[in-house]
């Protein structure tokens, strides 16, 4: 059997400790081997306006992984057209590393809107997609979903939204992202963007 690999796709804006704890369920508590974050510097369904500078969002995941031997930052989708198409990178990752079975993570909240993404009929045909469940995403009408799993875990109620609101307003965020992140994002000398 090949080795298989989820991919738990995000803006990551910025990384936090839910990704992690999600992250790390799925690659100690599942059939895969690794899990690698894809940062995504442009979903094409959010505003890029809204976005942490790209190139940092992918520096906080690296150093937020840099000590798990079984999670990875990905950077492919900054060398592939933007917006970043799920279905698009998929392609890419399946030619670089064709021994490689990726499974697709993602968080409950994100599944209903997979039907509407590029692709989306190849996607799901081809694709097993594990899900982590969500505070406040309702456990998701999985007939249409043939090749989806859900989870059962612990709920982890932290958002990227809501850092950024305590990043707006001057709160603490220890403990919601990594160490070497909160100290990170301690040194930006640029604005949280207003949106979200
Ligand atoms: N607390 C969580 N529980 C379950 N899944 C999560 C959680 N946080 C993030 N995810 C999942 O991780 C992936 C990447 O998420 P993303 O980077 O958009 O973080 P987010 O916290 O949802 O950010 P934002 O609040 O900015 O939308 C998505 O599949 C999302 O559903
Ligand atoms: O492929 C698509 O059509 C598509 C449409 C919307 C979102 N996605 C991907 O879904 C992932 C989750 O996005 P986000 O911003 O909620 O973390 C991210 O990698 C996006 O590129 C992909």
Same mark, same amino acid.
């Given at each position: 059997?090949? =080795?298989?690999?989820?991919?738990?796709?995000?803006?990551?804006?910025?990384?936090? @400790?839910? #990704?992690?704890?999600?992250?790390?369920?799925?690659? $100690?508590? %599942?059939? *895969?081997?690794?899990?690698?974050l894809?940062? $995504?510097?442009?979903?094409?369904?959010k505003?890029a306006?809204?976005?942490? /500078?790209?190139?940092? =969002? *992918?520096?906080?995941?690296? !150093?937020?992984?840099? &000590?798990n /031997?079984? +999670?990875?930052?990905?950077?492919?989708?900054?060398?592939?057209?933007?917006?970043?198409? %799920?279905?698009? @990178?998929?392609?890419? +990752?399946?030619?670089? #590393? /064709?021994? @490689?079975e990726?499974?697709?993570?993602?968080?409950?909240?994100?599944?209903?809107?997979v039907?509407?993404?590029?692709e989306?009929?190849?996607?799901?045909? &081809? %694709?097993?997609?594990y899900?982590?469940?969500?505070?406040?995403?309702?456990a998701?009408? +999985?007939?249409?979903?043939?090749?989806?799993?859900?989870?059962?875990?612990? !709920?982890?109620?932290?958002?990227? $939204?809501?850092? =950024?609101?305590? *990043?707006?307003?001057? #709160?603490?965020?220890?403990? !919601?992202? /990594?160490?070497?992140?909160?100290?990170?994002?301690?040194?930006? &000398?640029?604005?949280?963007?207003?949106?979200?």
């Amino acid at each position: 059997m090949s =080795r298989r690999v989820g991919l738990l796709f995000g803006s990551f804006n910025p990384v936090h @400790t839910g #990704h992690l704890i999600l992250a790390e369920h799925f690659a $100690t508590r %599942t059939d *895969l081997a690794e899990v690698w974050l894809v940062v $995504t510097p442009h979903n094409p369904f959010k505003a890029a306006s809204g976005l942490l /500078p790209e190139a940092e =969002r *992918l520096r906080w995941v690296a !150093l937020a992984v840099a &000590d798990n /031997p079984r +999670l990875r930052a990905e950077a492919v989708e900054f060398e592939l057209p933007r917006p970043s198409y %799920t279905i698009a @990178t998929l392609d890419a +990752l399946r030619l670089r #590393h /064709p021994a @490689t079975e990726f499974v697709l993570l993602m968080g409950a909240d994100n599944l209903p809107g997979v039907p509407q993404w590029r692709e989306a009929g190849r996607l799901l045909a &081809d %694709t097993d997609i594990y899900v982590y469940p969500r505070p406040g995403a309702p456990a998701p009408a +999985l007939a249409a979903f043939p090749r989806v799993q859900v989870l059962e875990a612990p !709920l982890l109620d932290i958002s990227g $939204t809501y850092i =950024r609101q305590c *990043l707006r307003a001057g #709160h603490s965020i220890r403990y !919601l992202v /990594p160490p070497a992140v909160e100290e990170a994002l301690a040194a930006l &000398d640029f604005q949280v963007p207003p949106l979200g």
